[in-house]
């Protein structure tokens, strides 16, 4: 059975008070929310009432919202969409890697931040109706683990997002498969993101960190010019 989005809390996160009233006004007829004026209060927030997604601006003083959700990663997995005037890509960058599992740029509509959260929230709930067994590449180099929702590089535990984990797992799942920008975004993001390529070179930047040994050098995700991206099965390394 389906979940009720009324049930559903959401902590809207911001030092601008009419902000919070925009957040509030667009999301109150579909879910319940509270509010924080500092990330001090929001990990407070966090912890005592226990949101399903945390909405987050990055510029908050003394605790920006960059440090804030780096915070909330320590002690929570909740989805975190930040909220942001700044649309540069290294900021959109910065903040995936804080752990944030969206971001939207201000100004925005009400339509739009309540289809990213639908979004997000599905991500978080759905799996891959696949296998649970260990999907092993490059004779165990690289191993993805779907019961535990982790990877395993060069015998290293690597600790992924939410975000970066599915896009992992949609690439291993169809290894040595070139995948589109918009096959990637229907699988990993769904089809509220149609068009945003963005968000795949990003999170693919992200993942090549982690997993690779030389992320300018990637041995297992690799590009195919104008087409996309695939997991190579075996790694391609200058050496052996």
Same mark, same amino acid.
């Given at each position: 059975?389906?979940?009720?989005?009324?049930?559903?809390?959401?902590?809207?996160?911001?030092?601008?008070? $009419?902000?919070?009233?925009?957040?509030?006004?667009?999301?109150?007829?579909?879910?319940?929310?509270?509010?924080?004026?500092?990330?001090?209060?929001?990990?407070?927030?966090?912890?005592?009432?226990?949101?399903?997604?945390?909405?987050?601006?990055?510029?908050?003083?003394?605790?920006?919202?960059?440090?804030?959700?780096?915070?909330?990663?320590?002690? $929570?997995?909740?989805?975190?969409?930040?909220?942001?005037?700044?649309?540069?890509?290294?900021?959109?960058?910065?903040?995936?890697? $804080?752990?944030?599992?969206?971001?939207?740029?201000?100004?925005?509509?009400?339509?739009?931040?309540?289809?990213?959260?639908?979004?997000?929230?599905?991500?978080?709930?759905?799996?891959?109706?696949?296998?649970?067994?260990?999907?092993?590449?490059?004779?165990?180099?690289?191993?993805?683990?779907?019961?535990?929702?982790?990877?395993?590089?060069?015998?290293?535990?690597?600790?992924?997002?939410?975000?970066?984990?599915?896009?992992?797992?949609?690439?291993?799942?169809?290894?040595?498969?070139?995948?589109?920008?918009?096959?990637?975004?229907?699988?990993?993001?769904?089809?509220?993101?149609?068009?945003?390529?963005?968000?795949?070179?990003?999170?693919?930047?992200?993942?090549?960190?982690?997993?690779?040994?030389?992320?300018?050098?990637?041995?297992?995700?690799?590009?195919?010019?104008?087409?996309?991206?695939?997991?190579?099965?075996?790694?391609?390394?200058?050496?052996?």
């Amino acid at each position: 059975m389906a979940t009720d989005s009324r049930t559903l809390l959401v902590l809207v996160v911001d030092d601008d008070t $009419s902000m919070r009233m925009l957040c509030r006004g667009a999301l109150e007829p579909l879910y319940r929310t509270i509010e924080a004026s500092n990330g001090a209060d929001a990990l407070r927030q966090l912890y005592q009432n226990r949101p399903d997604l945390v909405l987050l601006d990055v510029g908050m003083p003394v605790m920006d919202g960059w440090e804030t959700c780096r915070r909330v990663r320590d002690i $929570s997995d909740t989805p975190v969409i930040m909220l942001t005037a700044r649309d540069a890509e290294h900021d959109v960058a910065r903040g995936l890697d $804080s752990g944030a599992d969206d971001y939207v740029v201000k100004p925005f509509s009400p339509i739009e931040l309540l289809a990213r959260i639908r979004a997000v929230l599905r991500r978080r709930s759905q799996a891959l109706p696949a296998s649970n067994e260990l999907m092993s590449f490059d004779d165990g180099r690289l191993v993805v683990d779907p019961a535990r929702r982790l990877a395993i590089a060069r015998g290293e535990e690597v600790t992924l997002s939410a975000t970066e984990y599915k896009l992992l797992e949609v690439l291993a799942r169809h290894a040595g498969q070139v995948l589109s920008h918009e096959q990637i975004l229907e699988h990993v993001w769904g089809p509220a993101y149609a068009g945003e390529s963005g968000y795949v070179k990003t999170y693919v930047g992200l993942l090549r960190n982690k997993i690779e040994a030389d992320p300018r050098n990637p041995e297992y995700i690799l590009a195919r010019r104008g087409l996309g991206y695939y997991l190579e099965k075996r790694g391609r390394r200058s050496h052996d």
